[in-house]
């Protein structure tokens, strides 16, 4: 029986929450700069077991062609700021 999200987990939502990023760059600011394999496979399936949970939601691409995760409430927060910039240049 689960307990809650473990500290991988948590401390990936606190990451993901300031600013979204791709499960290597999550990999990279949890682990420090050198990842062994096993680290970027915690982090790939802590993203896949949080996303599966709605905890996460895709974001878009990083400059590599990963896909960048983060929060809903940050997703929320980022697509209103935004459209309140470009908003009115989108309509035509």
Do not use: C, N
């Amino acid at each position: 029986m689960s307990h809650g999200p473990g500290r991988l987990q948590r401390e990936l939502i606190v990451a993901l929450r300031k600013q979204p990023m791709s499960h290597r760059m999550a990999a990279i600011h949890l682990y420090g700069k050198d990842v062994t394999p096993a680290e970027h496979s915690a982090v790939r399936r802590a993203v896949r077991k949080l996303a599966g949970q709605d905890q996460l939601v895709e974001h878009g691409m990083d400059a590599g062609g990963g896909r960048t995760w983060t929060t809903p409430e940050t997703s929320k927060r980022r697509r209103a700021a935004f459209y309140r910039k470009w908003g009115g240049a989108l309509k035509g």
